[in-house]
């Protein structure tokens, strides 16, 4: 079975700009949640996607946006881009009442 | 209350010893405690997990200790090996959500 795959693996956008990136699921997998890695804050949760709602919100700015399709594929999307966005944002699937979150390898961000 | 706090930050260990790491939580609905391993350039892996119902969980070299009453959590890496080298996350998730909250991780580095 196919892991959770990321697109693109990495990223360069320069401050004001928009980014999208995607993430599909494992196959069958209906619940995707986005994380933002950096060096300083480690691992923050960002939001969570089922059956095209969103379930959970983390701390971030309106900037940070998702959506999930209906074959569970989920989106994020960043506006007016700063230089404090530049991290390593991970997507993890798994199947509902399932504890178990699959992480994919990420999108690299750089914004300049 | 949300906050999982992570010790210690790095970790060296000589090949063939064991490789202990800590973890701390404050808030009590918390239900799920997994342990992710994260190789440079990769997305988190999910290493092993526990449910504050059980106090130990063993599985091969790794094993999750857990004090529910003191509200902190470990994990041992028996007969440790040069490719476990990596970083170590322990996160904690409340009930019904796919929220993971990330300790800020250990690297641990086994010398062969």
């Known amino acids: 079975k196919a892991g959770v795959t990321q697109t693109p693996r990495y990223l360069i956008k320069t401050r004001g700009q928009q980014v999208t990136l995607s993430c599909s699921p494992i196959?069958?997998?209906?619940?995707v949640s986005w994380y933002q890695q950096t060096p300083g804050q480690g691992l923050q949760f960002l939001f969570e996607?089922?059956?095209?709602?969103?379930?959970n919100k983390g701390n971030f700015p309106g900037r940070f946006s998702g959506r999930q399709f209906s074959n569970s594929r989920s989106e994020m999307n960043v506006s007016t881009l700063e230089l404090g966005d530049s991290a390593l944002y991970l997507c993890?699937?798994?199947?509902?009442?399932?504890?178990?979150?699959?992480f994919g390898p990420g999108t690299r961000l750089t914004v300049l | 209350q949300q906050q999982v706090k992570q010790s210690p930050q790095s970790l060296i260990v000589q090949k063939g010893g064991i490789s202990i790491i800590n973890c701390a939580y404050e808030?009590?609905?918390?239900?799920?405690f997994p342990w992710y391993q994260q190789f440079p350039g990769k997305g988190p892996a999910l290493l092993i997990a526990?449910?504050?119902?059980?106090s130990e969980k063993k599985e091969g070299r790794f094993t999750i200790s857990f004090n529910k009453s003191a509200k902190q959590f470990s994990l041992h890496i028996m007969d440790s090996q040069p490719g476990d080298s990596a970083t170590y996350f322990c996160?904690?998730?409340?009930?019904?959500?796919?929220?993971?909250?990330f300790g800020q991780g250990t690297t641990l580095q086994v010398k062969p």
């Open positions: 808030n009590t609905a918390f239900d799920y």
């Open positions: 993890a699937s798994s199947i509902p009442g399932s504890d178990t979150q699959y």
């Open positions: 196959s069958g997998h209906r619940s």
């Open positions: 526990i449910r504050p119902d059980v």
């Open positions: 996160a904690a998730r409340r009930s019904n959500t796919g929220k993971l909250i």
């Open positions: 996607y089922f059956s095209e709602t969103q379930r």
